[in-house]
């Protein structure tokens, strides 16, 4: 499903809503809720609506009862400005009740990349008790070139079918990154794309009209819910029919 959004704000706003109905909705059913952020420049908004105490949303988060992990992370320390974790943590965890024991970060930090990965995977394996886990809610954004999480064109990642989480090398940023795998994000009871910006016209053409075939679209749940939510700007290229 494709929903489209005036601006930016409006878009957040969007978003915030989607994420407090999920929130309740899983709370009531399990108890918890468990969600996957995303990182870049996108969610941040979202994030601060979430965390702002002028707005309807904070109080309306099951703060205690939410379970915070990232769909990928930067191979940097947590206090460095490109870390998606120093990102919410800022825009939104830092502002709001939410139990530190809560939080479950990616040990970007760590030098070897494939550990970080690997102790990440062990995290949610145990945190959920499940042998592929099942996240209430994933977030995801796209890149210009139909990246999404840290799943780039060309990466061997593309291909995984068992780890769950994976570091693969980014040639193109030269550096690792850590991210949740496709059979990890296909397994999402919920996954919610967010794209905002005149500069991902051209790519969401491409994802939703194109030939090629890009990293965001294998993103395909096997029994969740896929939603899309752009702005008004990042939908500008696609077809009548596809904005209505
Ligand atoms: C990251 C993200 C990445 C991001 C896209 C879009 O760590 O960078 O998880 O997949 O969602 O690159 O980024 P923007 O929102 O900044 O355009």
């Known amino acids: 499903m494709i929903e489209i959004f005036t601006n930016p704000q409006e878009l957040a706003r969007g978003a915030a809503k989607h994420f407090v109905t999920l ?40 703060w205690t009862r939410t ?14 400005p490109e870390s998606n ?37 062990q995290t949610l394996l145990r945190l959920t008790g499940q042998t592929l886990p099942q996240l209430d809610l994933i977030l995801l954004g796209l890149g210009t070139d139909g990246h999404t999480a840290s799943i780039f064109p060309g990466s061997e990642v593309l291909h995984e079918t068992s780890r769950l989480v ?3 090398w980014v040639e193109k940023l030269n550096t690792y990154r850590i991210t949740m795998t496709l059979p990890l994000l296909n397994n999402g009871a919920a996954v919610l794309f967010l794209v905002s910006g005149a500069d991902k016209v051209e790519i969401v053409k491409e994802v ?18 896929l939603s ?17």
Not at 33 to 55: I, N
Not at 67 to 80: G, I, T
């Open 67 to 80: 379970h915070f992990f990232w769909s990928d992370e930067r191979h940097v320390p947590p206090d460095h």
């Open 208 to 225: 939703f009209e194109g030939e090629k075939h890009y990293p965001a679209q294998a993103v395909q749940p096997t029994c969740g819910k």
């Open 166 to 168: 994976a570091a693969p």
């Open 85 to 121: 974790y120093c990102m919410t943590y800022e825009a939104m965890l830092s502002r709001v009740a939410v139990p530190e024991s809560n939080v479950h970060r990616v040990h970007g930090e760590n030098p070897n990349a494939a550990e970080a990965a690997a102790e990440y995977e």
């Open 228 to 244: 899309w939510m752009l702005d008004k700007d990042a939908a500008g290229g696609l077809a009548a029919d596809n904005r209505e």
């Open 23 to 62: 929130g309740t909705e899983a709370v009531a059913r399990n108890g918890f809720f468990t969600v996957a952020l995303s990182g870049g420049s996108t969610p941040k908004r979202l994030y601060q609506l979430l965390a702002d105490p002028d707005e309807p949303f904070a109080s309306q988060v099951p």
